[in-house]
């Protein structure tokens, strides 16, 4: 007979406990990305709902702005780096393949607890968060640092005219822990691989080594296909996060979609009849699109503002590159 192998036995629930982020200081306006694609403050507007977004300087690198972010998350927490059991990084901007851009953020934070980077684009947070949750309440962690960070402009062409307006860099990080309520509701989540050239690179790194070419791989992005993509079946995917936690879209304190385009935001409120008196995260006006960054630094900012209340329940959603997804209701730190 086998050995009796003691189970990992964790809190009976998780929680965000708190938020931090890093925004960068330079601030990009229409205009300026304008020299160097043919269009206008006006179609940008229009057609993504961005004012103007922040590009990171040469001295923010993913690792800066993660750093910084999550280490405000532990001073709002309370949470000491010795504390941590896991930090997860959710970015595909880190510019090293290994080591990961976590285990440095870890050092950083003064924990030698575990950590890793995942790799789920747009969805990276929801993905991270779903992750988090279930180590708290496996047991393999007490606390989690999640990060979402992108820094996109080292890996967008400025002269495209399909992404150069869209992308941005920043960084938002949450402290997960244990908690005695349910705060983390069960994600709904999953790809379409199908769709993988639908948001990728114009070549590999190896391919880049060995043509010779000129030509750095930057990100590539069919618009439409994705477009079309979001606000139908993220629309059902946020219906469903709602359906299996158990809360009616009318009992929502805020919506905080992945800040794609802000008509792809209008659909999505449209489709899930959401109340008008359910704020609705628009932070994509000022933050352009950040990719694993985004549903974090909306969160903040419409906590930040009052827009949304601490302790409010809010129904999240991250979609993007795979094409990958993920959605759940949580409780707000
Ligand atoms: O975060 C990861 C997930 N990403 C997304 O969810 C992004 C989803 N896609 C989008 O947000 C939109 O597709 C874009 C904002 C990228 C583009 O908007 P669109 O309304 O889908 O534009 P389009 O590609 O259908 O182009 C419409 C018109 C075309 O001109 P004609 O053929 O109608 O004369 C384009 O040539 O707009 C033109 N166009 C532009 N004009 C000015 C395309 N890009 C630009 C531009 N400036 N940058």
């Given at each position: ?9 964790g ?45 990171a ?40 393949q ?19 980077d ?22 393999s962690?007490?606390?989690?640092v ?29 402290v ?36 010779g070419s ?26 469903r ?17 992945h ?13 899930l ?8 995260a ?52």
């Amino acid at each position: 007979m086998s050995a009796r192998i003691n189970p990992s036995i964790g809190a009976e629930y998780a929680r965000i406990m708190s938020i931090g982020v890093h925004r960068p200081s330079r601030i990009v306006t229409n205009a300026e990305v304008c020299e160097h694609i043919d269009s206008s403050d006006e179609w940008i507007r229009e057609r993504s709902g961005i004012i103007e977004r922040r590009y990171a300087g040469p001295d923010e690198s993913v690792v800066d702005m993660a750093t910084s972010a999550a280490q405000e998350a532990l001073t709002q927490a309370g949470i000491t780096g010795d504390q941590v059991g896991m930090v997860i990084l959710a970015t595909v901007t880190h510019p090293y393949q290994t080591p990961s851009a976590a285990v440095e953020v870890a050092s950083r934070l003064g924990t030698s607890g575990a950590a890793m980077d995942i790799s789920a684009a747009c969805a990276g947070f929801c993905y991270g968060l779903a992750l988090a949750s279930d180590m708290i309440r496996g047991g393999s962690a007490r606390y989690v640092v999640l990060v979402g960070v992108e820094k996109l402009t080292d890996w967008v062409n400025p002269e495209d005219r399909g992404t150069a307006f869209i992308f941005a860099d920043g960084a938002g990080a949450v402290v997960v822990g244990p908690s005695d309520e349910p705060a983390i509701g069960p994600v709904v989540w999953g790809s379409d691989g199908s769709q993988k050239d639908a948001i990728t690179m114009t070549q590999s790194l190896i391919e880049f080594r060995d043509t010779g070419s000129e030509t750095f791989p930057t990100l590539e992005m069919q618009g439409q296909q994705v477009f079309r993509w979001a606000v139908g079946e993220m629309s059902k995917a946020s219906q469903r996060a709602l359906d299996v936690a158990g809360v009616a879209a009318t009992d929502l304190d805020a919506f905080i979609p992945h800040q794609a385009n802000m008509r792809i935001t209008d659909a999505m409120v449209r489709a899930l009849k959401l109340p008008a008196h359910v704020p609705v995260a628009r932070d994509i006006a000022y933050a352009g699109n950040t990719s694993a960054a985004s549903v974090p630094l909306a969160m903040a900012n419409m906590l930040e503002s009052g827009e949304a209340p601490h302790g409010g329940t809010a129904l999240l959603i991250g979609f993007g590159a795979g094409l990958a997804y993920a959605a759940q209701v949580v409780t707000l730190p």
